[in-house]
């Protein structure tokens, strides 16, 4: 659910709207917290801290009655295409992707009710612009299809749609990087393949950083969760077939914290 602090207003999860209201006041205390053998919430907290919370039933119930609109429109999938040089290699295509699309209108920060979408997904539109334009300088053996979605925030759609009506046969596409999310806060001293265990663009990823001089880190804890590779556009790719991979700066960053990441 969304929670307001200030005029900040961010996604969390109900633990940690707990554990907030416990720092804002140290004598917040939920007392009968509707589960089974624990009276407050701060012994829920203090399980979850030291990883032995284990499920458990919940006394309380809760219903919904919501009303909705929707509306059907049409949006587009932007497409370029960078010829490969490589007789062999050019009907070989590496799809490059990002989706341009992010959440629209919605509730108004700081009276603004634009939600722009600047790192989700601005900064990797841009950034795949900036490839884009580097490639078309100076071609690759393989084919580049540069993709720009729509819908990702909606369910990959842009993607989905692509791969039912691809510019050219999946099995004439080599491989998919995905682009959601570039780094912003610091330089960093590894890279999230994700993805990278399910082909051998790993293999590649590692070879990378070793020339770069940069390790290649798995997920941090704090994103490991099981549907990460569903997250984004790559996930309608792997389904299709074909081998991807997303790519986004770790934790260990050079003049700031971990924490502060």
Known sequence: FTAGFGCEYQQIWPNQFLAKLLEMDPGFEVINAGVEGYETSREILYLEKHKVLESFALKSKISFKGQ???????????IG??????????????VLSAHYDHLGIGPAVESDSVYNGLVDNALGVAGLLEIAKTLKNNPPKRTIIVLFV???????????????????????TAANINIDGLAIFDRFNEIVGLGAEH?????????????????????????NIAESFARSDQI?????????????????YQTISRTEG
């Open 81 to 94: 295409k960078i010829d490969g040089t490589d007789p062999k290699l050019k009907s070989s295509h590496v």
């Open 150 to 172: 729509t819908g990702e925030e909606k369910g990959v759609l842009g993607s989905q749609y692509y791969i039912h009506n691809p510019l050219v046969p999946h099995y004439k």
């Open 236 to 252: 309608s790719f792997a389904l299709a077939g074909i081998p991807t991979i997303l790519l986004t700066d770790g934790v260990d």
């Open 199 to 223: 082909s051998t663009l790993g293999d590649m990823l590692a070879a990378l950083c070793r020339q770069q001089g940069i390790q290649k880190a798995t997920i941090p804890d704090e994103f």
């Open 68 to 78: 909705f609109k929707e509306r059907n429109f049409y949006s587009y999938n932007v």
